[in-house]
Structures are given as C-alpha cells and as structure tokens.
T-cell receptor, first 113, second 113 residues
Framework: DTAVSQTPKYLVTQMGNDKSIKCEQN?????MYWYKQDSKKFLKIMFS???????INETVPNRFSPKSPDKAHLNLHINSLELGDSAVYFC????????????FGSGTRLTVV | GNSVTQMEGPVTLSEEAFLTINCTYT??????LFWYVQYPGEGLQLLLK?????DKGSNKGFEATYRKETTSFHLEKGSVQVSDSAVYFC????????????FGKGTKLSVIP
C-alpha cells in the first residue's frame, strides 16, 4: 500500500491552462504539505494543512490554491500556468508530533510549454 | 529564522570510498535533525534522524551524530556502493508547534565502479 500517493506522476500542459494535482495519504496523519522542487533540487514549502485547516501559506502566487476536503487529502490547483511553474511538486504528511519527520509522495513533474 | 547549510556537490566517489557530507544548521530551541535521500526519479525517503544532542542516527551503513556545540549533523558512510548514488538532503524541525521541515540545498552523490 502506498502511504502518500500523488497523481498524476507527469503533467505536460500549455501556458495559461488550469491544472490540479491530487494527493492522498493512508497513514492517519493530521498534517499534510506541498513542497516545490526546482531544477536545482532546492525544496521549498508552499502550504501546510492540519486537520483541513491551513497553517502555512508561504509566499506563493495566488494562482496556487490548495484544497483539503478531509485530513487524508490535500489537492493543489494551479490557475493560468506559467513557464516558471515547471518543477517537481511533492506532497508529504506527518503526525502532529513529527518525531519521524515527514513521509513524502513520489512527486509530480509538471512541465509547462 | 531556521536554516540548513550543506556542502555543495556534486560529489563523485569510487566504490568503497569513505563518504562525508557536511551539514550545519541555525535554529531556535532544540531542533530534530534528519537526513533524507532522493534516488533518481523518486520522492524523498527518510534515511536517518536524531532528536537530541549527542544522538547518533544510523541506517543502511550511514551515520550522523547530532553535535550541539558545533551545530552540525554530518553524514558519513565507511564504504559507498554504486546504489548509494542519489541526492542527500539535511533537514531540521525546530521546537514544539513547528510544522515546517527546513531543508538544505541537497548534495548529489555519484558513485562510480
């Protein structure tokens, strides 16, 4: 069983389109995250939700909107895609004590053309 | 704020060589420290962790010791294998109530036969 699963794994789309990435975790964790990894492998947090409540919202264009229908799901919707949005997006989850760090999904490689 | 600095790569070693990847941190309070590994085309996996000063984390032949006096958490392995080729990330989680795992920029390791 995959602990944190993201779909799709690859996403190629044109500038200006709207797209969504889905994330689900079956670990019973209370907190979920979205990270962006750029072409130099640098990881930057975008959002974090705890029990469906937004708790971290870093400086991210408002074209990016997270949605958490329940604590097992955190989806990322991106409007009006730009070339600079091309990156790998990782979903992660953790229990509240975070003693073991985070569990990451396998990533979604987004390419905007 | 919190930050993690790790040695820049890429690092290229011959099989069975000794590996050290340096990591130092700046944090408020008493952080937990982690090493994550990202194999090509995959997500991040927790490699090892340490939650208090002088703790040693170890896994798969890798080790790192939490040194509060030097604010360091250097990763070591006595004899690397080709299968260890990956990107290694040092990370910290600081204090109670902190929901954000802060990563270093990653160090790419290539092991050649």
């Amino acid at each position: 069983d995959t602990a944190v699963s993201q779909t799709p794994k690859y996403l190629v789309t044109q500038m200006g389109n709207d797209k969504s990435i889905k994330c689900e975790q079956n670990l019973g964790h209370d907190t979920m995250y979205w990270y962006k990894q750029d072409s130099k492998k640098f990881l930057k947090i975008m959002f974090s939700y705890n029990n469906k409540e937004l708790i971290i919202n870093e400086t991210v264009p408002n074209r990016f909107s997270p949605k958490s229908p329940d604590k097992a799901h955190l989806n990322l919707h991106i409007n009006s895609l730009e070339l600079g949005d091309s990156a790998v997006y990782f979903c992660a989850s953790s229990p509240n004590d975070r003693v073991d760090g985070y569990t990451f999904g396998s990533g979604t490689r987004l390419t905007v053309v | 704020g919190n930050s993690v600095t790790q040695m820049e790569g890429p690092v290229t070693l011959s099989e069975e060589a000794f590996l050290t990847i340096n990591c130092t941190y700046t944090a408020t309070g008493y952080p937990s420290l982690f090493w994550y590994v990202q194999y090509p085309g995959e997500g991040l996996q927790l490699l090892l962790k340490a939650t208090k000063a002088d703790d040693k984390g170890s896994n798969k032949g890798f080790e790192a010791t939490y040194r509060k006096e030097t604010t360091s958490f250097h990763l070591e392995k006595g004899s690397v294998q080709v299968s260890d080729s990956a990107v290694y990330f040092c990370a910290l989680l600081s204090g109670a109530g902190s929901y954000q795992l802060t990563f270093g920029k990653g160090t790419k390791l290539s092991v050649i036969p």
